[in-house]
């Protein structure tokens, strides 16, 4: 995920699922330092609304 905005440096790190529930707050979350190779599922989206995704 990028972590932006707020007066923080611009970083990525992962949200990683702890068998219920995700991180809630990505910007305490550790830094990915570039050129880390990571595992996972990617989920792409260049317009998070409420009308789009999946409901569930």
Do not use: C, H, R, W
């Not at 330092?33 to 990571?38: A, Q």
């Amino acid at each position: 995920m990028n972590v932006y905005g707020g007066g923080v440096k611009p970083f990525f790190t992962t949200l990683k699922y702890d068998g219920e529930k995700y991180p809630l707050n990505p910007s305490v979350q550790p830094k990915i330092e570039t050129n880390t190779k990571i595992k996972g599922t990617a989920i792409i989206a260049n317009k998070l609304t409420d009308e789009n995704g999946i409901k569930y």
